[in-house]
């Protein structure tokens, strides 16, 4: 059973920076896809981005590409995602997932171990 704990949330102003980090415990994420999602009020739940187990493969939504960063430290058991040129849209509650596979895959159901998420907020 994984555990996972995100970090770093917060309130930016639009065009800043943010870096969010997921540590895991309970089990070791080195076998494991790792990813972000997102929620805004009143969506669902949307694909942000994900990592392969060596880090090796990485896939990004459309609307974040370019402007956010996802690496993995498997030694320590962390993900972490850096999100520069923040935008309004991109306000959410932002969720790290672990897969039971060690490909990365983009789909929610793809992942079985989920964090409580951490807020972040983009004011314009």
């Known amino acids: 059973q994984v555990q996972l704990v995100e970090s770093g949330g917060g309130l930016v102003q639009a065009g800043g920076s943010l870096r969010l980090s997921c540590a895991a415990f309970?089990?070791?994420?080195?076998?494991?896809?790792m990813a972000w999602f997102r929620q805004a009020p009143g969506k669902d739940r949307e694909f942000v981005v994900t990592i392969s187990y060596d880090g090796g493969e990485t896939e990004y939504a459309d609307s974040v590409k370019g402007r956010f960063t996802i690496s993995r430290d498997n030694a320590k058991n962390t993900v972490s995602l850096q999100m520069n040129s923040l935008k309004s849209e991109d306000t959410a509650i932002y969720y790290c997932?672990?897969?039971?596979?060690?490909?990365?895959?983009?789909?929610?159901?793809?992942?079985?171990?989920w964090g409580q998420g951490t807020q972040v907020t983009v004011s314009s």
């Open positions: 309970g089990s070791t994420i080195s076998y494991y896809a």
């Open positions: 997932a672990a897969s039971t596979t060690r490909i990365a895959r983009v789909g929610l159901r793809e992942y079985a171990y």
